[in-house]
């Protein structure tokens, strides 16, 4: 039986109610007013989602940098004489 209610567990942390949904709205909404600026729209912007998995966003950026890395030293070597 306790194997049972370990699996409910698991089920309810993934879970996410509409009323924590509303919850997290407000708490933005509510950072949202401490920063907005007056050309800034009422509403916050939500959240953009990103459906790529975490190690596919953190290669992306270090493609980047590496790519800028690069870049940076390539410019540097074409001018030394």
Same mark, same amino acid.
Request: proline share 6%.
């Given at each position: ?19 924590? @949904? ?31 998995? @975490?190690?596919?966003? @953190? ?23």
């Amino acid at each position: 039986m306790d194997g049972g209610d370990d699996g409910n567990l698991i089920i309810k942390k993934r879970f996410v109610s509409e009323a924590e @949904l509303d919850e997290r709205r407000k708490r933005r909404q509510e950072e949202w007013e401490k920063v907005r600026k007056p050309e800034d729209p009422e509403e916050c912007p939500e959240e953009v989602y990103d459906p790529r998995s @975490l190690y596919e966003r @953190l290669q992306e950026q270090k493609d980047r940098k590496q790519q800028e890395y690069e870049e940076q030293f390539k410019f540097k070597n074409m001018f030394d004489p």
